[in-house]
């Protein structure tokens, strides 16, 4: 193998690594190629452990788009604040949580680090990026500074927003509007790369082409590290920090520069709920799907029966679970979607059917007893199944 060739594989290789995102347990990925049909994903355990998993946006032109959306990261109360998110994203792994549980009164201080968000000087958790952080921190010192009257309020407008598909459209039609150049330059790029260079190089070799084709190459990589410095701007106007780390590293890394899109696309729209992606991008009947799957698990979350040592802990977890139930049922309701017709039991399999576990609906040979699997839930027998 020449030193061309192997330079070229190591440019493949660095490409490959760049097109490889990690992904914490908890979050749902949206890929689109063309950007007509969006399909979701969930990082699993063969690339990952138990923090999370590798996921990979789609590698080849026109480069595709790829989204996150996770559950909200903590348990809220008038009285309190709980590190442990109670509602659940389906067949996912729980991330690792401290469950530490506060009262506001004892909260003097909120502030972002990064994607850390601090209180009291003291890290309260690591959110899946420095908007995330930026905006919790906001939010807790709302709750801390207003009365206990109006907590409550606070937090159904949090809610509300979580769930808000017309937001979520003003976001990505901004992020549309920012980056339309950017896809050109980055695909331009791509085929710079992988198909213009190594013809330029066979055809006329390495000696005769190397510095003309590396003119070419900077240009590039400057217009997309200005250009997404410009939509970065624009769409994340407090993350300075981070701005000027990824502009230095797309500016030095064509590999980096080429999925410089995946950079602004992935906390785009973090903060909403998964279900409210799903009512934007996908298709009706995947809208349902996954509807059904986070129905389920809010209404028979797994372990259910396990309580909190801490009195407080538990009752905050019980109050923002009730709260995100009455509006992710809201949310389905005022998109079509009856939840109760949403939740109707599997068909039996045969006749020696009894029940099924209604969060994981295996079926078993019993009218009562639990599933291990899905913590001990109770089992629900099958209309007319004898008792």
């Avoid at 690339?47 to 590698?59: E, I, K």
């Avoid at 209404?299 to 009730?322: F, I, M, S």
Wanted: contains cysteine; aromatic residues 8%; neutral net charge.
């Amino acid at each position: 193998m020449s030193d061309v060739q192997l330079l070229f594989l190591v440019l493949v290789l660095l490409y490959a690594w760049e097109c490889a995102c990690w992904v914490a347990h908890g979050t749902v990925v949206f890929r689109s190629w063309l950007g007509r049909a969006w399909h979701t994903a969930q990082p699993g355990t063969l690339l990952g452990n138990q923090r999370g998993g590798f996921m990979f946006a789609h590698p080849l032109p026109p480069l595709g788009t790829l989204l996150t959306a996770g559950t909200f990261p903590l348990a809220l109360s008038p009285q309190s604040v709980l590190t442990e998110s109670v509602d659940g994203v389906p067949r996912s792994a729980r991330p690792a949580q401290s469950g530490r549980c506060l009262r506001w009164e004892r909260i003097e201080r909120v502030e972002a680090n990064g994607k850390e968000v601090l209180v009291n000087g003291a890290p309260l958790l690591k959110a899946g990026s420095t908007m995330i952080a930026a905006q919790l921190a906001q939010l807790l010192r709302e709750l801390k500074q207003a009365a206990a009257a109006e907590r409550e309020t606070l937090l159904q407008r949090a809610l509300q927003e979580h769930f808000d598909v017309s937001r979520l459209e003003a976001h990505w039609q901004e992020f549309q509007a920012q980056t339309h150049a950017l896809r050109f330059v980055t695909n331009a790029l791509f085929a710079y790369l992988f198909v213009l260079a190594p013809a330029v190089i066979w055809r006329l070799g390495f000696q005769s082409a190397w510095l003309a084709l590396l003119v070419g190459l900077l240009g590039l990589t400057s217009t997309t590290a200005i250009l997404f410095h410009r939509a970065h701007k624009v769409l994340y106007p407090t993350a300075e920090d981070e701005r000027l780390t990824h502009f230095l590293i797309i500016l030095l890394s064509p590999a980096t520069s080429i999925r410089a899109n995946d950079v602004l696309s992935r906390p785009l729209l973090e903060d909403c709920h998964p279900l409210a992606l799903a009512k934007r991008f996908c298709r009706p009947q995947h809208f349902r799907r996954l509807a059904q799957d986070f129905l389920r698990e809010s209404r028979y979350p797994a372990g259910n029966a396990r309580g909190r040592a801490d009195p407080l802990a538990e009752e905050t977890a019980q109050y923002w679970h009730k709260v995100l139930r009455e509006k992710l049922e809201e949310f389905l309701k005022a998109n079509g979607l009856d939840p109760d017709q949403l939740l109707q039991p599997p068909a039996p399999a045969d006749s020696t059917s009894l029940a099924y576990c209604p969060r994981c609906l295996e079926q078993f040979a019993t009218s009562e007893g639990r599933c291990e699997d899905c913590g001990g839930l109770a089992l629900l027998p099958f209309p007319g199944s004898p008792s």
